[in-house]
């Protein structure tokens, strides 16, 4: 699995590299985030809201789908709020996560996801 994250926790981080030999890629800002979506293909792209607004996190969520037409885009969220929720699955993430959820966790779920959109793909 090709994976990007952007501003994930460093225990998040590890949680990946342990249970992925593939290729993780992982950014802090959204700028270095915005070259890698443009210059290579992921197959999962995960994202920490970190409290960003609501038109941020779906402008950029737009921009995810946009150059990558064929990813699973997972939101890690700190927030309850529908509107962001449904504005985030809406702009084409596949799931949001509400924090805190512990990394062992998210990286099952980011597996499962993965698979299954596989499976919806073929």
Partial sequence: MLLLGLRLDNELKLEFENNFENELTFVDNVVDFMDAIK???YEVVLVDEKNSKEDVLINLISKIIEFQKRVVVIVLGETSNLKIIAGSIKAGAYDYI?????PEN???IVEKSFKDYKVMAE
Avoid at 98 to 102: C, F, G, Q, R, V
């Fill in 98 to 102: 509400l924090k805190p959820e512990n």
């Fill in 39 to 41: 210059s290579k293909k």
């Fill in 106 to 108: 998210i990286v099952k």
